[in-house]
């Protein structure tokens, strides 16, 4: 560790609390206040006349089967373009189709937002399929993350103004189109230039092949790279290019690079919460949420760094320089400090790109990166659906410290009562339920072990990582684990899938309960959902929940990694 | 008289023991799926000791060791149960000692044509008449409509001084149980037997028939999303440890999922729920329903009636102030022979001011000639002649009328003091005789002793007072003022509080008030606490949702409280039981895996005997804080009206970061034993 990589993980948190608000008063504006753009009002009406869309307001269900009826059509097309992309254009290497699980997968991965690779992308995937398919996607998948977050804070913030006229909770598609065309759009075209002007490249072109200095021959893989890294990271996507992902020099050429890719992780993520602050009429409910979140980030990346400052204790034995600590499967370009913040950042957002090897990762600093995922990828999380994680938390917090102080819990003036407790529990007990079952049933099952290369601890943390990746819908991958099976690609594609779709469903149906309950107002005994002690409180309460669901396999596997490494041995 | 004797402590102890035993059968203990997974992993450890005995080759763990494990499972239902039950026998206790007394009682029915007959009580109806001679006891609730009594409530009440009932009037209800001590009454009766208040109560206190409050509810959903998490946390560990070459039994995964599930709220969340209504009961509320009790707690906005409630309920003279070349003496010598044939709360305390301050000016002869002249609304004056003498007090202007008529000068300066007086808020009353005007008593609201200390707990607890009164502007002003409260409504009307509480409804506050009249229902129902006088007509206590049967309307302060403790028992109890998983990981995880990973011995922090002491401690542990927690959850966590930020911190501290450092302590406690006692 070294000032200089403190100095990096400090102005990384200071510019990005500082783009908080001008960003995330930008969001409000763009969904809350139809005015405020006069030029493109005319330009969204004819847009919207000739989709046809009339934008009235969706009760809860409406929304929810609209967004799962969206998503279903997007794994479909995305299915088709791969398992037809040797007819399609664009396919300079003339790669053949991809094979039917393969692509079941990867379509399901990238509309779930998770962009699991269980592919190689310069390999197996033509230009098309990267751009048209992939590209779309991510930008679909993150507007589908924004709307669900605009629904639940309607949810929470408005009320039915009478019985008959039912609050409602916005229209799915105006929020997707604005999503795409107002934040999404805007911001990936000046992330691109950024990126160019670093040397990412962006072209058409075949692979090129190259003549080494050691006479031997080599394949450049060429592409439109910028255009797709941008929203890889801007969306929380993850989905690189290219199979190395930012570790890549043409994906992320600089030391600079990396810094705005880390930012661009967190972008979004954050300023949502100074728009959530601004659709409660109360900044303080936004900052709140983001202090837990900068708190929880700044312990996982101090973490991290700390362990991976450490000397690998196996290596000790060799006459190996390790001073810098544990360079294995680091770039040196970004160093321990860079490698670690950056992937600190993609587990806490459901970023997962990675410019590192996860699986070299020191035993308990590859525990942070999966804890970060168990956690409920509410530390940043991905872009909405991270706050809307965020805010199921909020509801049981706010549950049983309503109860400490003897009321009968309420959130911002709205009871919290049995449908919404029962909905909020749901929420957290659907991804042990995916992750855990998915890593017990593969470390039993022979088709399971077969993917394996490290056993004993490790090989646990390899299956662990990949079921938390996809229920989660991170993406990253402990890599290690021969993921493009039979048994994986389809397990895999239905944990991505419930994960996030299960979710989205059960924080809508809260939304649904919420948005037509009464607001009372708050008295002096009323706890308040912002300040020191509730920013505590919620960390305490993801903390502990996680902790506790989680503890014996991460005992099994990363913990006892760890101590095997400290006697030096394997397993 | 019949004589009830309210059980003993121990009585109720002994007999709820029974009751746990007998509720151990799963029909029952479905209703709280917590204690359902207990019996089961009861269920599951008992046949595998069975099958251990009876062929031991198949046996994993030693017999004794799943022999005491099921025994200890076993336990912590019990003991859930046995929780249960004493906050029910307490409850019943209390309930039945008020319900024996009117359902061993005969009573008189009348029929329409007049005739009489002797039926048990029990078989009384609603609309029924009976008659109630001097001694007996009120066999049912009731309305008087005829007859004026005097009533002893002490059984219900504990308040041995009796109290007066009449009909027409807003005093004309009785309750069931207590006894007339003059004069008869012929009273309607108000509820079938068995739709009585008591009766009301007594189905809140019982664990079978009891309904769970929505907040319950909610808990409980919450308690089985955890308990289902650790279903799956537990039953996935054992792939898991196969995997890590690892067998482990079937008997300690149980005890591990037992030990991690919320037992300590899951087993004390009814008894909570029972002691809260028990609790009512104990100060004489009589409780509609659970949630009555529950809203109680969330209370922002209280409606108050001034008289009788903040003020003593009659005006008190707290001065004299003669006019220019009156001697004061004079003036309290008119003032005591005016009143001393006044019987209206003004005149006995005018005449106590002025015997106490001044001393007796009359004497016995004086006394036999006075004539009384009562106080009439048409002439707002009373006073008395004396040998053709008259005096007179009353209204400033009533005086000043008289006075004109007697051709009397008039002193401005009396005028003047007058109108201060009435600024103040007080109650000026002029006094004059034959001769002249001889100056002014000033009367004034005197506020409760003891009433502004509780204002300020309320304010302390969030809740926002308004007072009500017929009182104009200044009056009112004056005694909000000297009483603490924080708002007042002056020349209310009773439509006047049904607006009020309607538009503080409006505005996202939750309403409670007191009232006893008639003209109060109204109010009563819209409020969201509508809290009942047992003194008021059986309207007033059709519309309230809790009755009050000491009549004390400033008990609200005690009701929100107890609403309070309850839900803030449950939050606390809920803390902790999530906190105190973290030490059994630390006891079970590395006993589990000691063979196949013994490097996980690391994390036996509290450095436990042996594998088996340390699940055996965590189980027992987990068993015996039911039995320690039982005082808390019948007693409620103490209430402390500060600020719910204070409120949370303090709790977190206790019941958050106790709950993760006691365990600790006492599985280690427990495993020091089991070793010493050389059980392991």
Sequence with gaps: MDINGWLQICLLFTLLLALTKPLGLYLYKVYETPQSFKILTSFEKRLFKLLSIEGEGQDWKSYASSLILFNILGIMVLFLIQTNQELLPLNPQNLAAVPWDLALNTAVSFVTHTNWQAYSGETSLSQFTQMVGLTWQNFCAAGTGLAVFLALARGFSHQSLTIIQRGTLGNFWVDLIKSILYVLLPLSVIFSLFLVSQGVIQNFSPTLTFTTLEGTQQSLAMGPVASQEAIKLLGTNGGGFFNANSAHPFENPTPLSNFFQMLALVLIPAALTYTYGKMTNDTKQGWSLLAAMVAMALMGAAFIYYYESQPNPLLNHLSVLQEGGNLEGKETRFGIAGSSLFANLATDTSGGSSNAMYDSFTPLGGMILLINMLLGEVVFGGVGVGLFGMLMFVVLSIFIAGLMVGRIPEYLGKKIEGKEVRFAVLYIALYPFLILLGTAWSVLAPFGLSSLQNPGAHGLSEILYAYTSAAQNNGSAFAGLNANTLWYNLTLALVMFLGRFGSIFLGLAIAGTMVNKKIVQASAGTFPSHGILFVCLLIGIILIVSALTYFPVLMLGPFTEHLYSMQGKMS | ?680
Aim: charge should be neutral.
């Design chain 2, 1 to 680: 008289m019949i004589e009830f004797k309210p059980q003993s402590n121990r009585g109720i102890i002994l007999e709820s023991l029974g009751l746990s035993l007998k509720r151990l059968n799963p029909v029952y203990l479905a209703k709280n799926p917590v204690m359902f997974v207990v019996f089961i992993g009861g269920s599951l450890t008992t046949l595998i000791l069975i099958r251990d005995y009876f062929s031991s080759s198949l046996s994993q763990e030693p017999l004794w060791f799943t022999g005491s494990i099921a025994f200890w499972l076993w336990f912590t239902v019990l003991f859930s149960n046995a929780a249960e039950a004493i906050a029910e026998g307490k409850g019943k206790a209390h309930a039945f000692s008020l319900k024996a007394l009117a359902q061993t009682t005969i009573a008189r029915r009348v029929h329409d044509n007049g005739e009489e007959e002797f039926v048990p009580a029990i078989q009384l109806r609603r609309d029924d008449k009976i008659k109630i001679l001097a001694t007996e006891f009120i066999p049912a609730d009731g309305e008087i409509i005829e007859g004026i009594a005097s009533i002893d409530e002490s059984a219900i009440t504990g308040e041995s001084a009796p109290v007066i009932r009449e009909s027409e009037s807003d005093m004309s209800s009785v309750i069931a149980g207590t006894r007339v001590l003059s004069n008869s009454l012929l009273i309607r009766i108000t509820s079938n037997p068995g739709e009585s208040f008591l009766d009301q109560m007594i189905h809140l206190v019982l664990a079978a028939k009891r309904q769970k409050t929505p907040n319950e509810i909610a808990l409980q959903i919450f308690l089985i999303g955890l308990t289902l998490i650790f279903l799956i946390v537990c039953s996935t560990l054992i792939p898991f440890a196969l995997y890590a070459k690892s067998n482990i039994s079937l008997t300690i995964i149980v005890s591990l999922l037992v030990c991690l599930i919320p037992t300590t709220i899951g087993g004390l969340v009814s008894a909570i729920g029972i002691s809260g209504i028990e609790r009512a009961l104990r100060k004489n509320i009589l409780a509609m329903s659970g949630k009555a009790v529950e809203t109680a707690g969330d209370i922002d906005v209280l409606l108050l009636d001034k008289t009788g409630t903040i003020t003593l309920g009659n005006r008190m003279p707290v001065e004299l102030i003669p006019g220019e070349n009156v001697d004061v003496k004079d003036l309290a010598k008119a003032l005591q022979l005016s009143s001393y044939a006044d019987h209206t709360p003004e005149g006995r305390s005018i005449l106590e001011f002025v015997v106490k301050k001044y001393g007796n000016f009359i004497t016995e002869r004086e006394i036999e000639k006075l004539t009384f002249i009562p106080f009439s609304a048409e002439t707002r004056m009373s006073g008395c002649d004396i040998e053709g003498y008259s005096i007179r007090k009353g209204a400033s202007s009533a005086i000043q009328k008289f006075a004109e008529r007697k051709g009397l000068f008039i002193p401005p300066e009396c005028t003047q003091i007058a109108e201060q007086i009435g600024r103040k808020g007080g109650t000026p009353l002029a006094v004059a005789d034959s001769t002249r005007v001889l100056g002014i008593v000033y009367l004034k609201d005197i506020v409760k002793p003891g009433i502004r200390d509780r204002f300020q707990r309320l304010k302390a607890m969030g809740v926002h007072t308004i007072m009500i009164t017929g009182d104009n502007f200044f009056t009112a002003q004056t005694i909000a003022e000297e009483a603490g409260v924080d708002t007042f409504l002056a020349e209310a009307t009773p439509e006047h509080k049904l607006d009020r509480i309607r538009q503080e409804q409006a505005k996202g506050f939750l309403v409670a008030m007191t009232g006893d009249g008639t003209n109060d229902a109204p109010a009563l129902a819209q409020a969201d606490l509508g809290i009942a006088m047992a003194s008021g007509t059986p309207a007033a206590k059709e519309a309230a949702n809790m009755v009050d049967l000491d009549s004390n309307p400033t008990k609200i302060l005690e009701i929100i409280e107890i609403g309070k403790q309850l839900l803030m028992t449950r939050g606390c109890l809920t803390t902790f039981s999530i906190a105190s998983d973290v030490a059994k990981y630390f006891a079970i995880i590395p006993a589990l895996f000691i063979l196949s990973i013994p490097e996980l011995d690391a994390l036996n922090i509290m450095g436990l005997g042996s594998p088996y002491s340390a699940v055996l401690s965590a189980v027992i542990f987990n068993a015996l804080i039911i039995v320690a927690l039982i005082p808390l959850a019948l007693k409620g966590v103490k209430y402390r009206p500060m600020g719910a930020k204070n409120l949370l911190a303090r709790s977190l501290l206790i019941y958050g970061v106790g709950g993760i450092l006691v365990p600790f302590g006492g599985i280690k406690i427990i495993d020091t034993i089991l070793v010493y006692i050389g059980l392991v």
